[in-house]
């Protein structure tokens, strides 16, 4: 019969101890080292931040280099990493009920999906705005707003100024617009490479919304099931306001 292994001497234990030590502290040099940006980058997308090669340059190509090391990383905190092909990263938002979603997030999501469904109704190319960081004037954000008046005042955006202070400027804090000064008094926005994130939702939910239509017609039954903040475009873009509602005050 084979020797059973002997259990280990208090040493032999006190020794490990002092490897594993030894070995966490080398590991905890070692990625403060390599991972220089570590805390601002995790601090930036922890607060909902996306992180593109045209904004935070610095942290992105870090996130590029470790991209592996970020994701395990990452997830040992309960997050998941997501690299977009356009070139932005961010957290994979967690999944949670439209009630669930902190109002100010709400109201920046409003305020990219009725932005984005004016400049489509006007026939505008969305992607050649992100990429040429096309300017959207004030005018154009309240034409918008009228356009859309109804459902922004029923998340909390009923005038103009806070449609821009909690919804555009949002998107600017967490890097989906950016904000250009043009003068002393006059400011203009344009869309960053993180707008693919909610572009992309919109197609997606046209393109459900048109296989729904189709299986209506066969007289087939179709389902599907979206994220939060796919719900609240779907409520937001496809539902026709009620003129019989009540506006908030």
């Known amino acids: 019969m084979d020797d059973l292994p002997q259990d ?16 966490a502290r080398h590991y905890a040099q070692r990625l403060e080292r390599e991972l220089r940006l570590f805390s601002r ?17 610095k942290e992105y190509r870090e996130l590029s280099r470790f991209q592996d090391t970020y994701e395990v990383l990452l997830r040992m905190m ?4 997501r690299h977009h092909t356009a070139g932005f990263y961010y957290l994979q938002p967690r999944e949670m009920s439209q009630a669930q979603l902190p109002q100010r997030e709400r109201m920046a999501a409003a305020a990219i999906f009725s932005l984005i ?3 489509c109704d006007k026939g505008l190319p969305i992607e050649s705005m992100i990429t040429h960081e096309e300017p959207i004037l004030l005018d154009d954000l309240g034409a918008m707003f009228s356009q859309c008046h109804d459902r922004l005042t ?59 239509l189709e299986a209506q017609e066969r007289g087939e039954g179709y389902s599907y099931s979206d994220r939060s903040v796919d719900e609240l475009a779907d409520d937001f873009l496809n539902t026709q306001p009620n003129e019989d509602d009540e506006t908030p005050e």
């Open 78 to 81: 309960g997050h998941e990493l």
């Open 117 to 119: 469904e004016h400049l």
């Open 154 to 212: 029923r998340l909390g955006l009923g005038s103009v100024e806070s449609f821009i202070d909690n919804g555009i400027r949002r998107l600017v804090d967490v890097g989906v617009m950016n904000e250009r000064r043009l003068s002393q008094d006059k400011v203009a926005y344009t869309l960053g490479l993180p707008a693919y994130f909610y572009l992309d939702i919109c197609r997606n939910l046209a393109e459900q919304h048109q296989q729904q």
């Open 41 to 57: 980058i995790v601090e930036a997308l922890e607060a909902g931040r996306f992180i593109s090669s045209t904004d935070r340059i």
């Open 8 to 23: 280990e001497s208090a040493e032999d234990l006190e020794l490990s101890l002092e490897d594993r030590v030894r070995d």
